[in-house]
């Protein structure tokens, strides 16, 4: 007998109506436009004249090997990281905290980390100034800190953003029921044989965990060696990355430029393409020689969790460190050398309430975008099949894991023939692909999830799908629904490449402004908008946490 349930969701293959209306939706305002992008970027890649003209380029190899440079060690920084923090935390008194605390640090964008941080690493930036007073310096050191030509200051605030994310991802890996109750009855047998916590770790855990986070590092290495709005800001310069040397083309004014930024941006997607391959082949050759390295250390009696707890100590204090000092330079007036406190002045606020155009832009392009995708989503899944959801999940990869440079320009390239540079229009498309596919990637696990026997007692009671979905499901998933919000709000908050090309000058958003301020003289105004770039996205994950409570937690 077939149930009520079954009845509901329609078979892939010979959809019926409300599959089609479940499909149709997602695929034009998100598939289609990926797709479009794609093909306008590949188009230009074609252009003979173009590539000759970037393999001429005095900066392609040296760009192209800091790249590689900066976004491999980052990814493996943080990833060195995020193990160190989840091994010192897991089955602890914190352990239930850590989800939340991550929340809030992915909160903060990678543009205002990076900005928070050359405030205080700089040569006259606030770690300079206190060993100043203490040394009895009257000038600013000669020190490269920020801007330097190894890329240092752009791997450590890379590592310090990209941890977090790592973190997150482990702790809701390890936090499903059948991974938890493994990690159990495997901790118990280890323990009566004599392993501590490291061994344990070491020899059980992080074997059967590093599989499941290919994919989470290879978006962070992919990220991290493309970025541009991070590089600008602190960066290297001369050379610059590989990303900032094809940015410019982009936005150049001569034709050609912008052709062989067209062609830059393919083969440095597939540059790293190649460097994935190459690290997965050395991978799979030195895999016996990890585990044998594994199963013979470290000491199985090993318990110590310092370090991890100092590193998580560490990145919390560096978050909390760089907020409080993005407040203190929004409000600083002038701050001579070796000052350590500044005159105060709210002008830099005035300023910013005189012309909220760019803060208004985001917050709505932010709630427009995280709403439109949550409806999309559930559309999708509540009218087509469990398999059908591959292909929102590969598209979904396909966003997070090309390089953005290369999704924008396409994007930008098929807007323009579109007509939809330059509005509103086009604005919310671009900042709905990349919202759309982190929700999906938040959503489809625990919305899948949902015991399938609730619709059966529902559908016994003779509720009506809409009904069902209204009193039962709906609120049995409020708390990924809205930590899909809280995240999918937080990354329409963090576009730059998307926004500055389809925005065509007429319309402008935070990342827009903060990226322009930071190459000018007036800090506290650059402060003030890089703390804009926080503030709404923290208060989204703080509603999100609280409402997703459940009633009964509250108190």
Known sequence: MISQRQSWIPAFAGMTDWGVIGAIPICVLFALPLITSLFYALIGAFDVTAWQALFAHPQLWSGLELSIFTGAIAA????????IIVAATYESAGWGNLPATMGAMLALPHLALAIGLSFLIMPSGVLARIISNIAGWQTPPNWITTHDPYGLALIAALTIKEAPFLIWIMAGLLDRDDIKQDFKNQRAAATSLGHGSVSI?????????????????????????TVVDMSLVIGPTQPPTLATVIWADINSEQVTNNARGNVGAVFLSIALGVCLLLAYAILKSVSSFC????????????????????????????YIAVTALLLFMSFAQLWPFPHLIPTTSTRAWGLILQSPNALITSVGLAIATSITALALIILWFENLPQKSDQLLVLLSLAILGLPAILVGLGLYRAFLNFGLTGNLTGLFLAHLMPVTAYMIIVLVGPYRALDPRYADIAASFAKTKFEFLNQIKLPLLKAPILAALGVGFAVSFGQYISAQLIAAGRYSTLPIEAVTLTSGTNRPLTAAFALLLLLPPLLAYVIAAYFGKSRWSKG
């Open 76 to 83: 493996v920084l943080a990833q060195i990281t995020a193990i």
């Open 201 to 225: 770790w070491l020899r059980l855990y992080l074997p059967q965990l590093m599989p499941k986070l290919i994919w989470p590092l290879v978006i962070v290495f992919i990220y991290a060696a």
């Open 291 to 318: 585990r044998q390295f594994l199963s013979s250390g470290p000491n199985p009696q090993s318990q110590s969790n310092f370090v991890g707890r100092a590193n998580y100590r560490i990145l919390v204090w560096l």
